[in-house]
């Protein structure tokens, strides 16, 4: 059975920071594309940053430069670094792995605010 379990988010304040994370069970997680999205109400599901299995990165403009993206593979967990957080940040952000099929977690609440 595979699971990706969401894990770190919260409340935080404008510029602070939070690190997510995302166990993976059930998948040959080295094999996979990871990644992290995140969606706010009526609105679509956004990838927000992005790591291959080689370990190449790419993130949207808006979180260029303060999120960071990285993995694991010994633990079978990616992690999203935030850093510098925003109300425009507060979403609920899921994990994705991608190889031969699609998966997802069950989402994890971010909120920026004062």
């Known amino acids: 059975q595979v699971q990706l379990v969401e894990s770190g988010g919260g409340l935080v304040q404008p510029g602070g920071s939070l690190r997510l994370s995302c166990a993976t069970s059930?998948?040959?997680?080295?094999?996979?594309?990871m990644a992290w999205y995140r969606q706010t109400p009526g609105k679509q599901r956004d990838m927000v940053a992005r790591i291959t299995r080689g370990g190449s990165t790419n993130y949207a403009d808006s979180v260029k430069g303060r999120f960071t993206i990285s993995r694991d593979n010994a633990k079978n967990t990616v992690y999203l670094q935030m850093n510098n957080l925003t109300p425009e940040d507060t979403a609920v952000y899921y994990c994705n792995a991608q190889w031969m099929n699609d998966y997802w977690g069950q989402g994890t609440q971010v909120t920026v605010s004062s």
């Open positions: 059930g998948i040959i997680f080295n094999f996979h594309n």
